[in-house]
């Protein structure tokens, strides 16, 4: 034992192991790991970021005025119940030290992201997780652990790593089943690319209730995610809890400038989500063509799930794929050990992925 132990549940924790961007001995490397969107940044992003340099000795405005104003005219909400965070991972982590402690049960759905384990455990909460059906979140299953213990629901609405969600009237079935004391987290950090007419990232929700919190994010489509910078919209509330709880200067003045260009960069997403939507669609046609099965997805990156038995493992997909260059992520961690997860990428990367799936299962 250690003389100096932090506090329980500390060392229960796994520390967070991003996507890997290098293989030794291979000169092309394809990084299809941490959804990160393939045009690299939005061009208005990397402008005002630029500017941003000769102003570094500043410290940043710790409230984000300029960012939030944005956020908020884009979005058609209110600027006072915006909060940024160094990505939306420190906003999810600091609703656990606000809200959750020992004794606590944070809940959320099996396959749900590893963030909130890592937040609820990190606050010295209990992190207790329902099952889900057909890799989605289900609402009687969630409703049903919901106990006197539980301080948080976390949902990603469309989930990563399975890709799923749920429709408005679930998450508003959700949102009713649950007591007005328990804080409704709703993780949207794929909104952006989902289109579907039932979906809602949960602005409306947030809108109407005291105990609702939808958290986003500028790493995914915007490609910032080098940057660590996300907002959250909820009560006024939570979102000055958030306020006393965050430090003073949690986001960086680079990283709000760039953000601030983001919003606004129309062309970018619409070039993203268009290149997003058409190489989507053709890996998941072409992954299940091989004889895999791939859960539709609504976000920038599919869950492709191998047989566990007849040595077409994801584990042993996975080292193939690396000796061809690419890597993509393993899912041992999210209770999917049969599953590998495969970020879109350029037309030229999701043809070699796939080039090289098909020789996988061929041999
Ligand atoms: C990537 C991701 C986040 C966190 O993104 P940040 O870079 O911290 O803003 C949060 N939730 C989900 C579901 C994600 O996939």
Aim: proline share 6%; aromatic share 8%; glycine share 8%.
């Amino acid at each position: 034992m250690s003389s100096l132990p932090p506090r329980p549940g500390i060392m229960d924790i796994t520390p967070y192991v991003g996507g890997e961007s290098k293989l030794p001995g291979v000169d092309r490397v394809i990084k299809l790991a941490s959804n990160e969107g393939p045009f690299g940044p939005s061009p208005k992003a990397m402008e005002a970021f630029k500017e941003t340099a000769p102003e570094l000795h500043r410290y940043p405005d710790g409230g984000a005025w300029g960012l939030t104003g944005a956020i908020a005219e884009k979005y058609g909400i209110d600027r006072s119940r915006i909060v940024c965070g160094a990505g939306s991972d420190e906003i999810l982590g600091l609703l656990c030290r606000a809200y959750a402690g020992p004794g606590d049960e944070v809940l959320y759905s099996d396959h749900g992201f590893l963030m909130y384990y890592i937040a609820a455990k990190t606050a010295g909460a209990t992190p207790v997780t329902a099952p889900e059906v057909d890799l989605t979140a289900n609402v009687d299953n969630l409703l049903a652990a919901v106990n006197e213990k539980t301080k948080i629901v976390f949902l990603a609405n469309p989930n990563n790593p399975t890709g799923t969600y749920i429709s408005k009237a679930e998450l508003e079935r959700l949102h009713a089943g649950l007591p007005n004391n328990v804080v409704f987290v709703i993780d949207a950090a794929y909104a952006e690319f989902i289109e579907e007419a039932d979906y809602e990232a949960g602005i409306e929700l947030a809108n109407k209730h005291d105990n609702v919190i939808m958290t986003r994010t500028f790493s995914k489509l915007y490609g910032l995610g080098g940057l660590r910078i996300g907002w959250a919209y909820g009560s006024a509330e939570i979102i000055d809890v958030l306020h006393r709880v965050r430090n003073p200067f949690n986001t960086s003045n680079a990283a709000q400038a760039a953000a601030l260009g983001a919003v606004n960069d129309d062309a970018f997403v619409e070039k993203t989500l268009k290149h997003n939507r058409k190489w989507l669609e053709w890996t998941t046609e072409e992954a299940r063509r091989l004889g895999l099965t791939v859960p539709d997805s609504y976000a920038n990156f599919v869950l492709i799930r191998f047989p566990e038995d007849d040595g077409k493992t994801a584990e042993a997909a996975d080292a193939f794929l690396r000796q061809r260059g690419l890597i993509v992520r393993r899912m041992v961690p999210y209770k999917l050990a049969d599953s590998l997860r495969v970020t879109i990428g350029l037309e030229d990367e999701m043809r070699l992925f796939v080039e090289a799936l098909r020789d996988y299962m061929r041999t």
